[in-house]
């Protein structure tokens, strides 16, 4: 496939790159039924072909420019999207403000000979066009390959996905990817290029940071410029994930492995808690009407298994999957409920506040449902897939990242206690957010270097964000091995991904790495690997399988 993908629109929207979004509203959508959880057509399994056939579709440009993606599979479904959007970067995304019908269509084989499931829903302006179809009927652990039609002429990219087994059944192994923080502006996704090819993946783990609202002209040459230097409003969300989506290795990473999502903060506003936004942002406009805006974009370009809500300032997010009886995982969202944050948010010596034992990360609802899930899971390993950095990294709090769990030290600890109980086997958090890759163990006391291990967390980098540079923790990162009895590895200036494969006995993770993001394509390999051992809580590093940097 040519990387020239910005040729699909006859329209030539990149053109018009520069050009202000219009304000926009739901309103002016001309469709006043905001609920996709509310007809059938629209979420869920849709209408049927033979009994319901779709009306006529109007006429369109080809409208599959941001492609395709599959998510949150379970052992019998899994959630297939698409947007229709002739021209992403335009106000209007090239569509007609009225529904359009979409035809899908599920095959159990990659030629298309073997249809499964098929239907159609609608495709409605107020959510943008966004289509959710959530596939049922399927069997478990399965590769599947879909496909969406409008009219007769239009007919998109074909998507790979698969369930995942029942939740009573032994899987031999789990093997998954973990991303997060992709700046458009700040590098190429030469990452996706390679997790795109990593073969036998059942899933795709993004912890956040999915866009950043922030514009502005590209840090390296051939990224295209932004709109304009902050968004707040939801016009101008969708065209940040116009942009982002346009991406030829975002859109095959997404294309053929099912990915479970979640958002961090900048996919609202940097740094943001609750209906708080940073000290720094608070000229901003008003945050509830920012979050809203912010989480309505996010649901309608992720493939995610939610009923819409007639307020999207309020958008549960977190939930959980069962991989068979290998694994448990809880999917958090440490950023809609959290306390704000402590320290006018300043990075620094501590201060009193984040010892507060009323500050919260999660929230009380979603504390109590992960505390339950965790004590009644049967699972072999349960794994917590979130955004910011769970374990210490505070040098004895005389630097603390407020935003960080080290900002909720009661909160972190309460977590602990619950995984250090005996019936939850086998924890690992997985983490993102500060642009380093890292790996760590987890102890039942945070604050006690001699208290025992009760777990690891994994931390990956960044796909692109802070570029060729050192970034995020960098200036701790040297410190970090040597003065952080919990840490083993830390690297602030690596782009990539994190590759994990899970089996009854051990869990395997390399971190993966580009020699470059200012190009394209460039060379990626092992940086670091290791293995985790079951109930024994021990790891070791494995330096068989890594790689010397190429050149």
């Keep these: 496939m040519s990387r020239d993908r910005f040729n699909m629109s006859r329209r030539g929207f990149l053109a018009r790159l520069g050009t202000s979004v219009a304000a926009g509203s739901l ?13 059938p057509s629209s979420s869920g399994t849709g209408l049927d072909l033979e009994r ?26 899994v959630v297939i999207w698409t947007r229709l959007a002739p021209a992403p970067l335009e106000s209007d995304w090239g569509m007609p403000a009225e529904d359009v019908p979409v035809i899908w269509e599920v095959f159990a ?18 959510l943008a066009h966004a289509v959710h179809v959530d596939v049922d009927g399927l069997r478990s652990d399965t590769p599947y390959w879909y496909r969406f039609r409008v009219g007769d002429d239009h007919v998109s990219p074909v998507g790979r996905t698969r369930t995942f087994p029942r939740p009573d059944a032994s899987p031999r192994a789990f093997r998954f990817a973990m991303a997060c923080c992709q700046k458009y502006r700040s590098g190429f996704y030469t990452a996706y290029h390679h997790l795109a090819r990593e073969e036998d993946l059942h899933a795709v783990f993004h912890l956040g940071d999915y866009i950043y609202e922030s514009g502005g002209e590209p840090e390296v040459p051939g990224r295209l410029p932004l709109d304009r230097e902050r968004v707040t409003d939801l016009a101008g969300f969708r065209h940040r994930y116009g942009a982002y989506r346009l991406d030829e290795d975002l859109q095959e990473a997404h294309r053929v492995h099912p990915w479970i999502a979640t958002w961090d903060d900048h996919e609202v506003s940097n740094n943001y808690g609750s209906l708080t936004l940073a000290p720094n942002r608070r000229g901003d406009g008003d945050p509830a009407a920012i979050r809203a805006a912010g989480y309505q974009a996010w649901y309608e370009h992720m493939p995610v298994r939610m009923p819409f809500p007639d307020d999207p300032t309020f958008l549960r ?64 390993w349960n794994i917590m897939a979130q955004q910011v950095l769970f374990g210490p990294f505070n040098l004895d709090y005389s630097i603390v990242n407020p935003d960080q769990w080290d900002g909720y030290v009661h909160a972190r600890q309460q977590i602990l206690d619950v995984l250090a109980e005996p019936d939850v086997h086998n924890p690992v958090v997985l983490s993102g957010d500060v642009h380093a ?19 690891h967390e994994i931390l990956t980098t960044s796909i692109s964000s ?50 470059t993001v200012a190009a394209p394509t460039a060379d990626v ?14 790891f070791e590093r494995r330096r068989d399988w890594e790689d010397e940097p190429p050149g």
């Design 27 to 39: 309103a002016a959508c001309g469709d006043d039924d905001t609920g996709a959880g509310t007809d």
């Design 525 to 538: 390999y092992v940086d670091r690997a290791y293995r985790i051992w079951a109930e024994q809580l021990t």
């Design 437 to 455: 890759a890292g790996f760590s163990v987890l102890r039942a006391d945070a604050e006690d270097d001699r208290s025992p291990v009760i777990g």
């Design 317 to 380: 997010i977190y939930r959980d999957f069962h991989f068979g009886t290998l694994a448990r995982i809880f999917v958090l969202d440490s950023r809609q409920y959290r306390t704000p944050q402590a320290c006018d948010d300043e990075v620094g010596p501590a201060c009193d506040e984040i010892f507060d034992p009323e500050r919260t990360m999660l929230g009380h609802e979603q504390k109590a449902w992960l505390v339950d899930g965790l004590r009644h899971s049967d699972s072999r």
């Design 52 to 77: 319901n056939p779709p009306p006529p579709a109007p006429a369109i440009e080809p409208p599959f420019a941001l492609g395709v993606a599959s998510g949150d599979p379970l052992h019998d479904r």
């Design 109 to 126: 084989d990659e030629a298309l000979t073997e249809p499964v499931r098929s239907g159609w829903t609608r495709a409605r302006p107020a």
């Design 466 to 515: 802070g570029g060729d540079e050192l970034d995020g923790i960098a200036r701790f990162a040297p410190l970090a091995e040597v003065a952080l009895d919990n840490v083993d590895y830390v690297e602030a200036g690596k782009r990539g991904y994190a590759l994990c494969e899970l089996t009854r006995n051990r869990l395997d993770v390399r971190f993966r790495v580009v020699t």
